[in-house]
Every structure is written in C-alpha cells, then in structure tokens.
C-alpha cells in the first residue's frame, strides 16, 4: 500500500520561477525524505526531515512537515532547466507488527522549460 | 567511492528462465532493499534486509527471493520469471537508525531494466 502521496503528478514552469510539490501521508511516521529521479536513473537522496522538525533548507530547496495534517511540501526555489526530474516522498510508518517499512510515493513529474 | 553496484543494468529473457540480479554496496550498510519501478505505480518494495541473514517480505514479494550471506551483498533472484515481472529494479542500501528503525538515506543503484518475453 501507499503511503506518501505526491500533488500534483506534473508540474511544468518557467526557470527561474519556483516550484512546489506536496506530500500526504496517512499514518505516524518517524521521518519524511525527498528524492529525486532523473529519467530512467536511480533516485538520488535531497532531503530528510524528522517527524519533531517542522522545516529544514537545504541550498534551494526547502522541506515543510506539518504531522497534524499529515502532509509535508517541497519547495525548489528559482528553478533551473537542470532541476527537471521526478521528486518523490518516502516515508517510514510502523507496518505490520513492530516492523517499519520505508514506502515512496508515484513522485511528481517536474518539467522546468528554459 | 561509496556506491551501490547492480548487474546486469540491461537484461531480455524468456518465461521461466531462471535469472539473478546482483546488489552490491562498499558503505557498510545493514539495510538493503529491492524495489521494483512502473509507471504510474512509483517505486514499490519487493524484499529488504536489517542485515545478514534477516530478510522480510515489501509490498509486492511474489516471484522473487532474495538472500542476504554477506553484509554487502543482496542479490534478487526471479526463479521462474513472467512477463508481469518486466520492470526497471532497483537496489538500495543505507545505514539503521540508533534504535534500528528508523530509516536514514537511501542510496540507490543505478536500475536494471528488465524485459521478460
């Protein structure tokens, strides 16, 4: 099952505009994470953000986590062509028994036009 | 350098080959997981492993194994392969928590892309 849901699925902006990508979630989680996928390429870690913290940055990105709305946001500031990739969520949530499982999300498809 | 190492990254075969895709980290990592990447479904989880010999089932284990002998290694093996099992894989590794359960970044492999006929 699905955890961390990603809005929108597509996003397509200008560069230099920003861009905002959300994630929702449905039960307690011990932190969030934020990766990114270059087509057909492996993902690649951006950023984690545990469930006490309620905003980290990081260069041009920034993370929000709001655990009373199980939801958390990406923001990418002045967006570059060279940030056109899909962004993912992943979060660790208490699965069956004591187990934790790590669950990613469909991504979001950002497309960042020249 | 610290990576995570798949092979083959291209693979065709035909129905019920028996066929195994290496993992490989050099980061000492306890965690290593298999997922398995089609479109409009994300990245699903196939197996993971806390560490040697300790592995458990993701969401999506049927037609798979895995084993875990060595720290570094953690090979997926389709024994019987179908089509429904054409898919991009990824292997992925990193470090436990303190308290063992919280996961910490994950670093992926570069996918291997599998075609069953």
């Known amino acids: 099952s699905q955890q961390g849901e990603e809005d929108p699925q597509a996003l397509s902006i200008q560069e230099g505009e920003n861009a905002t990508m959300n994630c929702s979630y449905k039960?307690?989680?011990?932190?969030l994470q934020w990766y990114r996928q270059n087509s057909g390429r492996g993902l690649v870690h951006l950023i984690l953000i545990r469930s006490n913290e309620r905003e980290k940055h990081s260069g041009r990105l920034r993370v929000t986590l709001d655990t009373s709305k199980k939801s958390s946001s990406l923001l990418i500031t002045a967006s570059r062509a060279a940030d056109t990739a899909s962004y993912f969520c992943a979060t660790d949530a208490i699965s069956s028994g004591s187990a934790r499982q790590l669950t990613f999300g469909s991504g979001t498809q950002l497309t960042v036009l020249p | 350098e610290a990576q995570v190492t798949q092979n083959p990254r291209y693979l065709i075969t035909v129905t019920g080959k028996k066929l195994t895709v290496t993992c490989s980290q050099n980061?000492?990592?306890?965690?290593m997981s298999w997922y398995r990447q089609d479109p409009g479904l994300g990245l699903r989880q196939i197996y993971y492993s806390m560490n040697v010999e300790v592995t458990d089932k993701g969401d999506v284990p049927e037609g798979y194994k895995v084993s875990r002998k060595e720290k570094r290694n953690f090979p997926l093996i389709l024994e019987s392969p179908s089509p429904n099992q054409t898919s991009l894989y990824f292997c992925a590794s990193s470090l436990l928590g303190w308290n063992r359960l919280a996961y910490n970044e994950q670093f992926f492999g570069p996918g291997t892309r599998l075609t069953v006929l």
């Open positions: 980061m000492n990592h306890e965690y």
């Open positions: 039960t307690s989680i011990n932190n």
